[in-house]
């Protein structure tokens, strides 16, 4: 059974920084999805197991995926955050290519975080 750990989040103000993290329990495509309230769930980074990136247009240049594969931790830096942000953030993890199912807001993956609540004020 693979199991992921988020951590981070919280409140901060436009134009602040947070950083999430997710631990798997293995070596995995992995990448984080979002919920805004009211709204569908939607696709914002992946990493591939040879750590390739991509990003959703919207956060193209302000966040940053990573993986350290030694700790199997995914992490999202995200600068200069914006009020539109705010949402609740969830770490995927699988054994396909999860940018395949960007599309879908995830639809189809397999394992799932618990969600983070990312909050931007402005």
């Known amino acids: 059974q693979v199991q992921l750990v988020q951590s981070g989040g919280g409140l901060v103000q436009a134009g602040g920084s947070l950083r999430l993290s997710c631990a798997a329990s293995?070596?995995?495509?992995m990448g984080w999805f979002r919920q805004a309230p009211g709204k569908e769930r939607e696709f914002v980074a992946a990493?591939?197991?040879?750590?390739?990136?991509y990003y959703t247009d919207s956060v193209k240049g302000r966040f940053l995926i990573s993986r350290d594969n030694a700790k199997n931790t995914m992490y999202l830096q995200m600068n200069s955050l914006k009020p539109e942000d705010t949402a609740v953030y969830y770490c995927?993890?699988?054994?396909?290519?999860?940018?395949?199912?960007?599309?879908?807001?995830?639809?189809?993956?397999?394992?799932w975080g618990k969600g983070t609540l990312v909050t931007v004020s402005s």
């Open positions: 293995g070596h995995y495509s």
């Open positions: 995927a993890a699988d054994r396909t290519w999860i940018y395949r199912n960007r599309a879908t807001g995830g639809y189809g993956l397999n394992y």
């Open positions: 990493i591939s197991w040879s750590d390739g990136t």
